[in-house]
């Protein structure tokens, strides 16, 4: 293997920019010893069919979409349902005869979701395997392969002391978290229409913040931290094997019938042929079935925010979370919430490390010039000096303006928990994988987990989860003031 490629674990891999937007991902064919194809026959955009494919022996280019169920990579290894899929597809090939033979090759492309049809008819890839939902409109600008999974439902998957959903009309005046940009929600409002016509409530439906996936969703609904969530109902079983606490009411879809596919471009007969070939071999989760699941967060723990112990101590630190939240420019819940998770609101607690406290800062740090808040051993001394470095730490370290401002909170919360030189150096390491280094979620994370592991990964996203159930539970009781005072009783909010 040439020391111009990459070697992660078994797996050979290039990143590259492509217009801001494209990873490359390219597996080594077991047992070949074949150099990966060049980067041209890659990048460069090609339309052909399998044929042409063989005679040019050129790799079958798979567009893909990274999230943590269908394609992803933990410490440098590609996993996902789609991954193992395509990687089935690939040996697929290499037994169809000898034109393929050993030089069968599948090369893993990863665009954004939006991105993946556009790039397939443009040349840029020759197979989608994304968990792609056959639809009318998406069938009038591709050619689909036979299902390799029919009958998908989307579900809603409820903690487990939520009340129980027998029939989708028991989900009527009940609220349903569902991740921003995807199918549940257009779905869901047409489930509402039909409600509406039967004079029933219509479902409540909150969508989350883009930093939150359907699988960050179900960990909390898990942590009993949210009710319910929407997912597609196999998803939801097999992530219910690591949240055994949640439950997927599979028999009571709220949208049913769709089918997942692999597309193609309408001219690629030949491929089309194969795909079909192979997906008679593995559909209905006969491969999926067999795969080794691998969750792309070690070790979550997630615990509920808002459970009543949590709620008081909240409310007794919420007037210095407030007062200093606003002396340094930043959302007061999400300083709440970046105290649970470090502290769990435990002035007393101390890290092996030296750090104190609720913000679990070290009294050093504190003590630098650049905080200047010397005795962290009282609550306000603690969460003055926590909340000032974390400004310090966008300030100092972040303030490119190309940075959106959202961003420059996560990259500074990175950095509380991996110290700003490491979070820049991902942020490198993000750009030459063709990710966004002014980005966090789904971009300098996934640098992040490459690299180091999941430990500031999963402390970003559980800040965010917390911050997520503060805020609404927040509205809950504003709400609820607001009505008290519609009937002339005093407000009851606390914080």
């Known amino acids: 293997m040439k020391k111009t490629h990459i070697l992660l674990g078994s797996a050979c891999v290039l990143a590259l ?12 064919t077991p047992d070949t010893g074949d150099e990966p194809p060049s980067l041209a026959r890659i990048m460069d955009p090609w339309k052909g069919d399998l044929d042409d494919m063989v005679r040019e022996r050129r790799p079958v280019r798979v567009l893909v979409s990274y999230d943590k169920t269908n394609f992803f990579m933990v410490r440098g290894r590609m996993r996902g349902l789609e991954y193992e ?6 040996k697929h090939l290499g037994k169809s005869g000898p034109r393929f033979g050993k030089t069968a090759r599948v090369v893993f492309i990863a665009v954004p979701f939006d991105r993946l049809v556009p790039a397939l008819l443009e040349g840029r890839g020759d197979v989608v395997a994304a968990g792609l939902t056959v639809t009318r409109d998406r069938e009038r600008k591709v050619a689909f392969t036979e299902p390799y999974r029919t009958g998908i439902r989307e579900i809603a998957v409820g903690a487990k002391d939520a009340p129980a959903i027998g029939t989708p009309e028991d989900l009527a005046g009940k609220t349903v978290w569902v991740m921003a940009g995807s199918s549940y929600k257009p779905h869901l409002e047409t489930f509402n229409a039909e409600l509406r016509q039967r004079h029933r409530q219509a479902v409540r439906i909150r969508e989350a913040d883009q930093g939150l996936a359907t699988e960050d969703l179900l ?16 998803r939801a079983e097999l992530w219910h094997r690591a949240l055994p606490d949640t439950r997927p009411y599979v028999d009571a879809p709220f949208s049913a019938g769709d089918s997942l596919a692999w597309a193609v471009r309408p001219g690629d007969r030949k491929l089309l042929e194969s795909l ?7 559909r209905e989760g006969t491969l999926m079935g067999n795969m080794l ?3 792309y967060f070690e070790d979550r723990n997630l615990v509920n925010p808002v459970a009543v112990r949590e709620r008081k101590l909240l409310a007794e630190y919420a007037p210095l979370f407030r007062k200093y939240a606003d002396m340094y420019g930043f959302d007061w819940l999400k300083i709440a919430a970046m105290a649970y998770q470090e502290s769990r609101f435990d002035m007393g607690r101390r890290s092996s490390k030296g750090a104190v406290g609720l913000m679990q800062i070290k009294p050093s740090t504190a003590a630098d010039p650049n905080v200047n808040v010397p005795d962290v051993t009282t609550p306000e001394g603690n969460i003055h000096a926590g909340v000032k470095y974390l400004r310090f730490l966008k300030d100092r370290y972040f303030s490119d303006p190309s940075i959106p401002e959202q961003a420059r909170v996560d990259f500074a919360l990175a950095a509380y928990n991996a110290g700003p030189a490491r979070v820049n150096e991902l942020r490198t390491r993000a750009g030459k994988m063709g990710l966004d280094p002014n980005l966090w979620f789904r971009n300098v994370e996934y640098a992040a987990y490459e690299t180091i592991g999941a430990e500031t990964v999963t402390y970003v996203a559980k800040v965010l989860i917390y911050y997520a ?6 509205q809950v009781l504003e709400e609820r003031d607001a009505a008290r005072e519609k009937q002339g009783l005093s407000p009851e909010n606390t914080f």
């Open 17 to 28: 920019i492509l217009g801001g937007a494209l990873l490359l991902f390219v597996a080594k």
């Open 85 to 90: 899929l395509m990687r089935g597809y690939e």
């Open 219 to 234: 960990e909390m609904v898990d942590a009993g931290i949210i009710d319910y969530a929407a997912c597609e109902a196999h």
């Open 276 to 282: 079909n070939a192979y997906a008679a071999r593995v």
């Open 293 to 295: 699941f691998k969750r």
């Open 469 to 474: 159930a503060y805020r609404t539970m927040n």
